[in-house]
């Protein structure tokens, strides 16, 4: 049963990992939505990985934190744009 947990997560993971960043460098206004979307997808992970621990999973959901972490820590570190304040 452990590896077919690992099969159903593997896929969505990756899925976020790929997308997340694609949103994060492509669209700078949809970057809290997508922050917020991975780590919802962290919590399935780890929800999966409580009911049943597997070392390959694991590795993954590290993976995807550490992903998700470092584009918060650069997504709060990033000066905000004021809607008037656009040079033309």
Request: with cysteine; hydrophobic share 50%; aromatic share 10%.
């Amino acid at each position: 049963m452990d590896q077919g947990i690992l099969n159903a997560l593997v896929l969505p993971l990756l899925f976020s990992i790929c997308g997340g960043l694609y949103l994060y460098v492509r669209f700078p206004e949809r970057r809290p939505r997508a922050l917020l979307v991975m780590t919802l997808f962290q919590l399935v992970g780890a929800y999966g990985y409580a009911t049943s621990p597997d070392d390959g999973l694991f590795g993954l959901l590290v993976l995807h934190a550490a992903v998700v972490f470092i584009l918060l820590v650069r997504h709060l570190q990033a000066p905000t744009m004021l809607p008037g304040n656009t040079s033309q």
